[in-house]
């Protein structure tokens, strides 16, 4: 019996915002001082064109998700949310210390974790702190994740005063069954709240997420949850796969019994249905797990050419330098990646004692900056292409491993180029691994990412 196209490449794969992905970093050739130095470098190469972005790590939620892969800190205390902001300032200060100009702020994005976890007075504590030392770019690009149970008005107004247009909310799965499951109890008239505050405010971006895969879902119960967001037709979806990494994330995500999760091939079935459904009713698919409206930046940065993916997921603008603050933040220098205390406590001594709390991260070296951006291409213009200068010595091999898939209609592969189809689209991440020069040489022994589909 012939197998599907499902059951011959569900296998376990990153997601692709980093290459290296995390698990290949190179950590005994890391070091803080050779961070600063990329930091200073890429900053000066970039600053006064470009700018930065920020990316500001809140990790406090009151209630645990299990279908949470997030570093977060479970706590109904809010007593912890001003000792934590001012060590992000003080984080912030350490990184300024490098700079020989005032950065320009170009992107900045407040993930989490659960921002508005946080007080909308604290919030602008933190901004005002934090744009004091900025000049802010043209056209900037300021975005947060909102929970929908306890996202208020003042949250919208106050973010929005203070210059953010675009608003994130994680609603999931509407289904009772669904929701108990993954320990996300949400109405469909709090997300109908804090869509329309954020559209009367005048924020021009909206974003719901969807995720299909999870416990007890069914065709019936995704389309019931798609139809319903389609409602208040947000300006962009992310339609996420469940990524099961329990054996990463601990008690978490084994809150509810495994047999409970579709199939690979149910699963897919989730994925080709809702995006059929979501096409039919006006949302184009951008990249990987992504749709948008038309007049959607994030649409519109696709057919520019400029869509840019990152640790933060898809953008809609490109910037070389990425800073991440807070609690396992990750940052991006372009020529280094790395990553932050991943507790609480450890990450506030590290800024404490007046040092960048980065723990691990990885130098690229010339044949990783090749590879990135090959990955890089694939996952935002599901394409690339080689020349003398971005070919590399497995590159006859990659395209040789990519023949089978050609074969199947998933890719198209010319002289120079290899052009993934509509119907490859879904598998992305698989045509992405052939290009994974670290994986490749050091296949894991244990399952360390989750699966493809």
Not at 98 to 120: N, R, V, Y
Not at 171 to 197: C, G, H, L, M, S
Not at 251 to 271: A, H, M, T, W
Not at 317 to 335: E, F, P, R
């Amino acid at each position: 019996m012939k197998k599907s196209l499902v059951d011959k490449y569900n296998i376990p794969g990153p997601r692709y915002t980093s290459y290296p992905t995390v698990p290949y970093w190179d950590e005994e050739g890391f070091s803080e001082n050779a961070w600063e130095k990329s930091v200073i470098k890429s900053f000066k190469e970039s600053n006064s064109e470009q700018g930065i972005s920020i990316y500001i790590h809140l990790p406090f939620c009151e209630a645990l998700c299990t279908f949470c892969a997030c570093h977060k800190r479970i706590t109904k205390q809010h007593s912890v949310e001003t000792p934590y902001l001012e060590s992000v300032i003080k984080e912030w200060q350490l990184y300024l210390n490098l700079f020989d100009e005032k950065p320009k702020l170009k992107e900045l994005h407040l993930g989490g974790g659960t921002p508005t976890f946080f007080s909308p007075a604290n919030l602008k504590t933190l901004l005002d702190a934090l744009f004091s030392t900025v000049e802010i770019a043209e056209n900037q690009e300021f975005s947060f994740e909102g929970h929908p149970n306890n996202t208020t008005k003042e949250h919208l107004q106050v973010l929005f005063d203070l210059g953010f247009t675009r608003v994130s909310f994680g609603v999931q799965d509407y289904d009772p069954v669904v929701q108990k499951a993954i320990n996300r109890i949400q109405p469909f008239e709090n997300v109908k709240n804090v869509t329309e505050w954020a559209r009367e405010i005048g924020y021009k971006s909206v974003s719901h997420d969807l995720i299909f895969g999870l416990p007890h879902q069914n065709w019936e119960k995704v389309e019931f949850s798609i139809k319903r967001t389609l409602e208040l037709k947000p300006d962009r979806l992310a339609f996420y796969s469940y990524a099961h990494v329990p054996w990463i994330k601990g008690v978490g995500q084994r809150g509810f019994d495994e047999n409970d999760l579709p199939s690979g091939e149910e699963k897919r079935i989730l994925y080709e249905n809702g995006k059929k459904l979501l096409e039919e009713l006006g949302y184009i698919e951008v990249g990987m797990d992504h749709f948008s409206l038309e007049h959607d930046d994030l649409y519109q940065s696709l057919k520019s050419g400029n869509i840019h993916r990152n640790f933060m997921g898809y953008s809609s603008s490109k910037t070389q330098l990425m800073i991440g603050l807070g609690m396992s933040a990750i940052s991006d220098s372009w020529y280094a990646f790395a990553q932050n205390d991943k507790t609480v406590e450890a990450y506030q001594n590290r800024v404490e004692e007046g040092k960048i709390p980065v723990v691990k991260g990885h130098i690229l070296n010339e044949e990783d900056l090749k590879i990135r951006q090959h990955i890089l291409n694939l996952m935002c213009r599901l394409e690339t292409s080689w020349d003398v200068q971005s070919a590399f010595p497995e590159l006859t091999n990659a395209i040789e491993n990519l023949k089978e898939m050609e074969s199947d209609g998933l890719i198209e592969i010319s002289e120079n180029k290899i052009k993934i189809t509509e119907k490859g689209r879904a598998f992305t991440r698989n045509v992405a691994m052939t290009f994974d020069l670290r994986m490749l040489r050091n296949k894991p022994e244990t399952r360390i990412f989750s699966m493809t589909v």
